[in-house]
């Protein structure tokens, strides 16, 4: 009895087809690309000072303020010179490369302001290559690009 017992066990187990399927790094970085929100990153660009923010919110406010202190302190410093008053705000597409090099994408900018101050890009493009060393952003430990929209108000009377 005994043998037969484990002959239909023995049985019962090779019986069992087991079917394993081998799946390429390609088909698994596919399917890991479809669930992956690539609009957002794991960790925001940062400068030196910005580096222990671990909060992703904080992080990202850290980095803007750096970047605003940085333009609003090089365009005070061009004391321009205004024949009507200005208040107005403008937008930076702010790209800050995989290689943590900042460059401006576009401005857009009204009428009213490039006719007051007509080098007014040429300074934001001047204070934007004058911040610091910046670390940029990543995703799943990769350096990514990224790209930031901020506003700049201008005053001038």
């Avoid at 690309?33 to 957002?40: A, G, M, P, T, V």
Wanted: hydrophobic share 40%; with cysteine.
């Amino acid at each position: 009895m005994k043998k037969v017992l484990l002959f239909v066990f023995t049985l019962m187990l090779t019986s069992c087809n087991f079917e394993t399927k081998k799946i390429s790094s390609e088909e698994v970085l596919e399917q890991e690309s479809r669930f992956l929100n690539w609009k957002e990153v794991d960790e925001y660009p940062a400068f030196e000072h910005c580096q222990d923010k671990t909060d992703l919110a904080a992080a990202k406010n850290c980095f803007e303020r750096q970047v605003a202190t940085t333009i609003y302190s090089f365009l005070a410093s061009q004391q321009p010179v205004v024949t009507e008053s200005i208040n107005d705000t403008l937008f930076i597409y702010l790209e800050i490369t995989k290689d943590g090099r900042p460059q401006i994408d576009s401005v857009k900018v009204d009428t009213t302001v490039t006719n007051q101050l007509p080098e007014i890009e040429q300074w934001l493009r001047q204070s934007i290559d004058s911040l610091p060393k910046i670390y940029p952003a990543s995703k799943r430990g990769i350096p990514v690009s990224t790209v930031f929209k901020m506003p700049v108000v201008v005053k001038a009377e």
